[in-house]
């Protein structure tokens, strides 16, 4: 499997699952990603965080860690 971490900038992912429990598997699903769930990636910094995506018109920052948490393919 694919982390959201691992999805090159430019392109556009669907959202498998999201692995995680308690307030930081909520957090990231308050953000707006959840499963079946297009993310488009923008740019990833140089040492990988953060992780700038968008997500349904939403322009996000996502900790590597949290993108680490991210299923997609």
Known sequence: MRTLKEAKPGESVSVLKIDGVG???RRIME???TK???VFVRKVAPLGDPVEV???GYELSLRKADAELIEVN
């Open 31 to 33: 953000m707006g990603i």
């Open 36 to 38: 079946g769930v297009e």
């Open 23 to 25: 307030p930081v598997k």
């Open 54 to 56: 968008t997500v349904r």
